[in-house]
């Protein structure tokens, strides 16, 4: 089973609809992050939280929001879907500063 | 401003032909220099972490190293089952307080049989 778990895998949408990503995860860790993935463009940050209490904007937040409803579950909502918000979407968990994260395999979404 | 590129941008090698992907970072201070795998469809897949320069890591074929200013991925005798991007990403030592991660673009390596 895998460590690190997204749903849906695909979604496709429309423009004006709410969407939640959902993220579990078993490997104990501690800190969780959503990233967006662009062609040409890497991995960039969204949102990250640290534990359930404590969750911060990336560098990129506008749009989205989070809810990290358990250490182990942070999930990622698009209030109002737009064209652009249309990429492959990440989930990582993570122990601290200087270690790798380790990613879920993502959820392609595409909104029309 | 912290930034990472990667060097080429695609790659098609023959199987057994050995060759190295580049990247290249600018951070205050490094923290950490990690390398990802990532295969069609899946999510990145973590390698190896190098600290300092001179600092080597190996892993079956892939051999990765760091200097002051960039990281090498060698491969050695490639087989098809390496084709996949190849993510650089590095950690900025006075950015810590979240963790941030600066992400490259990725090489795209494809091994012929």
């Known amino acids: 089973d895998a460590d690190v778990t997204q749903t849906p895998r695909n979604r496709i949408t429309k423009t004006g609809k709410r969407i939640m990503l959902e993220c579990s995860q078993t490997?104990?860790?501690?800190?969780m992050y959503w990233y967006r993935q662009d062609p040409g463009l890497g991995l960039r940050l969204i949102y990250y939280?640290?534990?359930?209490?404590?969750?911060n904007k990336g560098e990129i937040s506008d749009g989205y929001s989070v809810s990290r409803q358990a250490q182990a579950k942070f999930s990622l909502s698009l209030e109002s879907a737009i064209p652009n918000q249309t990429a492959l979407y990440f989930c990582a968990t993570g122990t601290g500063a200087g270690q790798p994260q380790h990613f879920g395999d993502g959820t392609r979404l595409s909104i029309l | 401003e912290d930034q990472v590129t990667q060097s080429p941008e695609a790659l098609r090698l023959q199987e057994g032909e050995s060759s190295s992907l580049n990247c290249s970072y600018t951070v205050s201070g490094l923290r950490g220099l990690f390398w990802y795998r990532q295969d069609p469809g899946k999510g990145p897949e973590f390698l190896f972490t190098l600290y300092s320069a001179g600092e080597e890591k190996e892993k079956e074929r892939l051999k990765a190293t760091l200097t002051k200013k960039e990281s090498f991925l060698h491969i050695t005798a490639p087989k098809p089952e390496d084709s996949a991007t190849y993510l650089c990403a590095v950690q900025d030592r006075w950015k810590t307080s979240y963790d941030k991660v600066i992400f490259g673009p990725g090489t795209s390596l494809s091994v012929i049989p």
């Open positions: 490997k104990g860790h501690d800190r």
């Open positions: 939280s640290f534990d359930v209490k404590d969750i």
